[in-house]
């Protein structure tokens, strides 16, 4: 994160841009369970729930696509769309606004949103790691050996704010550069990444696959920092560190329990589904121009990133601490704050399903 508006998508690579696209025509990407462009609902009964992706066709975020692909949502009754935008910020600005009613997008976002008062809960936990990798030009890879040499440095995000924002501000903190010595630059992913990489715009960048197997088949960057593994997010971020997921708003999920529980049942069956199947099967479903740099790169993206996925959609006990951790060594917001990490997710409906 099949594609009805893909062009129009493209051509919105700002936030404002995506913002007034969504306001003015609604002109998100749509993903549906039949071809790759086609635009249709899940099922013909039952109460519709939008959902938005921080971009469809990233392998972090497959198990939403999938879900729908193998037509699990539909057997649970459930009427799903699935939206795109291109950073998670954007997706959570929607969710916020009331425009949709989750998103697909990682669960550091609803510490930072409940210290600014709006309640947000993970109600599924896709993945026990980021999935994400930190990428330096081929250029400027003979100067930057690990995070310490961030300073000075131009490192691209999907968008200021974003989850690649607050990650790559840690690896800097961590590592002895402030946030303020090096500049981030909001660039997107996969071909816009790639572009500004390829063009000296950014000296590096955080990105997840299918871009990182893309940079690396065109020798365009190498990576610096891997988070796809729990031994790489033990390594770079102290512990696991749960990232994509299916969060909403607090009341909509109490409000409407029955519906969370069918999507609930029916992630779980993916992600249970993916646990027994191999990568090339995995890719057989989705989408065919997911795989823009070939079917072959697609397959290793998702073989490199399937560690990251949880089997059950449980959260990982100590990862709530960790991306805690995380986010207040450098966040202002969360310094100091009091955050309640049992109220930024639940396992109720995940354990449901799995009995």
Known sequence: MM????????????????????????????????????????????????????????????????????????????????????????????????????????????????????????????????????????EAAAGIASPKDF????LGVTGLGSSTDFLTKYLAVKNGVKVSDFTPVAVGAGQTFISALEKGSIDGGMTTDPTVAQILAKNSGKVLVDMRTPEGARAALGGLYPASSLYMNTDWVNGHKDTVQKLANAMVKTLKWMSEHSPEEIADEMPGDYAQGGRELYVKAIANTLPMFTKDGVMPADGPKTVHEVLKSFNPNLKGATVDLKKTYTTEFVEKAAG
Do not use: N, W
């Open 3 to 138: 594609r009805t508006f893909g062009t129009l998508a493209k051509v919105s690579s700002t936030a404002l841009a995506g913002v007034m696209c969504l306001a003015l025509s609604g002109c998100a990407d749509e993903s549906s369970t039949a071809g790759k462009s086609a635009a249709v609902d899940d099922s013909s009964s039952g109460e519709t729930v939008k959902i938005m992706v921080g971009g469809l066709d990233k392998v972090i975020y497959l198990p939403a696509v999938l879900t729908q692909r193998l037509g699990y949502f539909k057997e649970e009754g459930v009427t799903v769309k699935l939206l795109s935008e291109p950073a998670g910020v954007q997706a959570t600005t929607s969710l916020v606004s009331g425009d949709v009613q989750g998103v697909v997008g990682f669960y550091d976002h609803t510490l930072d949103l409940q210290v600014k008062g709006k309640p947000v809960e993970s109600v599924v936990q896709l993945a026990q790691t980021p999935g994400e990798v930190e990428v330096v030009s081929r």
């Open 151 to 154: 300073k000075g440095k131009k």
